[in-house]
């Protein structure tokens, strides 16, 4: 699929009145390095006939610069401290906005929306001068209007400043001020001193997400890794729908199979992805997924920082390949529950203590459940969004290594769970065959998508 997209020249949308000139320190969760990167999201909405003659880009200017005067520090810019914290300079100097037009119907994009869009790179236009993490506008946004009479608002966010829950308050309060609200019904916190480490820092709990011993980038899962070239890598999405997922519980003991569908899924992908890659069985390999811990800390209504860790957990490999995928989800289990008030203050400290380390990306595989990220529910005056939700599937700096879950419906109504991942070519062959092995029990077999872009390492 291609399209031509003409875009407007980029500005600077600056709070709508003048606003604090203040240094905000970032929390250490914040300023850790594994969230140092741009991360992109995206929102697809359909042509209202009740909006006709109404401009979605004039609407969206107008309230995204009224929404900055009570999220000004997002119209700032990053600095770091001599100890590499980070800090917000609120500076107003705006946030970046393109406005554009694409000669492409929302039907071209197909009848199920998910990740990853056709030519995504002309939706969110990348500007290499705003890619820094430091010094850089902390939000692009690029609103396209299509020849339907729909549009596609797209946003990328310096993910050191926020997580997907604060970017959604942010966009929420856009979009309440967008449909005429005074100011938005939900008033943002800082509070950031609620992910600082304590004075001094205390390791109290074993942190395998950050593994000194395993070097960050310089080693991958496994030799087959460091000797393929990236055109050999292959990009596939797995689309699950729920009667799947109930057939994948039907071959689990009760208590496990009470788990959650992100936690019954990863751990399948966990055992696939390591019997296709074929590491040698004593090789211990990492699962780490995402969980939130606004739960256990309680920060007030309002909060927008950084809200979640990535635990791991270890297995030795021969284990996780010779066992039923049970084992690979008592093993995941057993992890979360480990995650209490304790264990993220211990990582906490332990992320200053050590000089804000990356996550390990040795022998690890990240997922993180983005099915119910909400996004679809930002409501700019044309209602809610065809769909909402995270744009790269894969989008942190070892791509290869991560796999986000969205959800997405077709126009039928039906839902499914869609699943990206990444392998060398013949590694993936591996995969489906293990993968459709799991659910042979199942009702009907699993919706593999073709390969999708490549990606590269």
């Known amino acids: 699929m291609e399209f031509t997209v003409r875009r407007s020249r980029p500005e600077l949308v600056a709070p709508a009145k003048p606003t604090p000139r203040e240094l905000k320190p970032l929390s250490d969760i914040d300023s850790q390095e594994g969230l140092r990167f741009q ?9 209202d006939p009740s909006m006709e003659g109404t401009d979605p880009v004039g609407i969206i200017r107008k309230a995204l610069a009224e929404a900055l005067v009570y999220y000004y520090p997002l119209a700032g810019r990053l600095r770091e401290g001599g100890d590499r914290k980070l800090m917000v300079d609120c500076t107003a100097e705006g946030v970046l906005f393109i406005e554009a037009d694409a000669d492409v119907t929302l039907d071209q994009f197909g009848d199920l929306l998910h990740p990853p869009f056709p ?34 608002m797209a946003v990328r966010l310096n993910h050191a400043v926020s997580d997907g829950p604060g970017l959604l308050q942010f ?15 939900i008033l ?37 890794f460091m000797s393929v070239p990236p055109q050999n890598i292959v990009q596939r999405s797995f689309l699950v729908r729920p009667s799947q997922i ?69 297995s030795p490999a021969g284990k996780l390949m010779n066992n039923h995928f049970g084992y690979a989800l008592e093993v995941m289990r057993k992890g979360k529950a480990a995650v209490n008030v304790e264990y993220v203050r211990s990582l906490v400290d332990l992320t200053v203590a050590k000089g804000r380390l990356h996550h390990t990306t040795v022998r690890s595989f990240i997922v993180s459940d983005m099915t119910h990220a909400g996004f679809e529910d930002v409501d700019v005056g044309w209602g809610k969004a065809m769909h909402g939700g995270i744009a790269h599937s894969q989008s942190t700096v070892v791509p290869e290594m991560t796999s986000n879950f969205v959800s997405s419906k077709n126009s ?37 998508n073709a390969p999708g872009i490549m990606s590269s390492l």
Request: proline share 9%; charged share 15%; glycine share 4%.
């Open 412 to 448: 039928k109504g039906e839902r499914f769970i869609v699943m990206p991942i990444s392998l060398p070519a013949l590694a993936m062959e591996v995969f489906v065959r293990e993968f459709n092995e799991m659910l042979i029990s199942g009702p009907q077999g699993p919706s593999v």
């Open 188 to 224: 943002p916190v800082w509070q950031r001193e609620l992910l600082t480490a304590r004075n001094p820092p205390r390791v109290t709990r074993i942190h395998h997400e950050y593994n000194e011993q395993d070097s960050y980038i310089n080693h991958q899962f496994h030799p087959i």
């Open 246 to 314: 109930a057939a994948l519980r039907r071959q689990l003991p009760n208590h496990l199979a009470r788990s959650s569908s992100f936690q019954v899924l990863a751990a399948c992908l966990w055992r696939c992805r390591t019997i296709a890659l074929q590491p040698p069985p004593e090789v211990e390999v990492k699962l780490m997924f995402i969980v939130g811990v606004r739960s256990l800390l309680k920060p007030p209504d309002g909060y927008y920082g950084n809200g979640f860790l990535f635990p791991a957990v270890v």
């Open 39 to 47: 991360i992109p999201f995206i929102m697809l909405y359909r042509h």
């Open 119 to 152: 030519c995504f790179d002309e939706l969110l236009h990348h500007l290499p001068a705003s890619y820094s993490i430091i010094n850089s506008p902390l939000l692009l946004i690029q609103v396209t209007r299509l020849k339907c009479g729909g549009f596609i």
């Open 171 to 185: 966009l929420k309060a856009l979009s309440e001020i967008a449909r005429g609200a005074s100011q938005p019904s």
